[in-house]
């Protein structure tokens, strides 16, 4: 069964620390999206690649970066966590040109900062 | 970013009830998808659509494709507990690297 893994489901992380969610998956697809989830406000594109090395901004970049040294792994990390930033998060990949299968999400991760 | 209009934004609904939501663009797409996210979890592909006019179903769930490619709607027939989650529509052309979702619709449902 194909799928997209993110490490953790739930996180609890301090103010000012540096917090990294990872994402894989299996399917060798080309491109890789992280997102936040928050009520009332759909999802929200923080990041994706398109390839190995390779980033692009999504909407909402600020207070993130992103890391992407092999094909199967995409890591979200945000240098010093804020209380703001508490939210769910989701990583989704698909071909390189988004077929009619779409993404594939992961589970999520549900990040609080306290 | 853009978005699409999706409405209702919340449903609370008794079991056996239909349902009924719907997703509009500014813009004209050639596909149109729908997804389930059930509580806790990821979004999941529910419907696929590639043709303007286009009807499908699966099982209890029927989606349209609009005729002028600006909108779509999914019905659920039937509800049952197991239909509560939220339901996202996203659209995209032929070529494109990235997805315009909705903002979701909420269902909840009484047994």
């Known amino acids: 069964d194909v799928k997209v893994t993110q490490s953790s489901r739930y996180l609890v992380k301090r103010t000012g620390e540096k917090v990294f969610l990872e994402c894989v998956q299996d399917?060798?697809?080309?491109?890789m999206f992280w997102y936040r989830q928050d009520p009332g406000l759909g999802l929200r594109l923080i990041y994706f690649s398109y390839d190995v090395k390779m980033k692009e901004k999504g909407d909402i970049p600020e207070g993130y970066s992103v890391s992407r040294e092999k094909k199967e792994r995409f890591s979200l990390i945000l240098e010093s966590a804020s209380t703001n930033q508490t939210s769910m998060y989701l990583c989704a990949s698909s071909r390189h040109e988004v077929g009619p299968n779409g993404y594939t999400f992961g589970s999520g991760t549900r990040l609080t900062v306290v | 970013g853009q978005q699409l209009n999706q409405s209702p934004q919340s449903m609370f609904i008794q079991e056996g009830e239909d349902v009924s939501m719907n997703c509009t663009s500014s813009?004209?797409?050639?596909?149109w998808l729908w997804y389930k996210q059930d509580p806790g979890e990821g979004p999941v592909l529910l419907i696929a659509l590639y043709k303007a006019g286009e009807l499908t179903s699966n099982g209890r769930l029927t989606a349209q494709f609009g005729i002028t490619r600006k909108d779509s709607f999914l019905n659920i027939s039937a509800s049952i507990p197991s239909d509560v989650g939220i339901y996202f529509c996203a659209c995209m052309n032929t070529g494109f690297q990235k997805l315009v979702f909705g903002t979701g619709t909420r269902l909840l449902v009484s047994p």
């Open positions: 813009s004209i797409f050639n596909t």
């Open positions: 399917m060798d697809h080309e491109n």
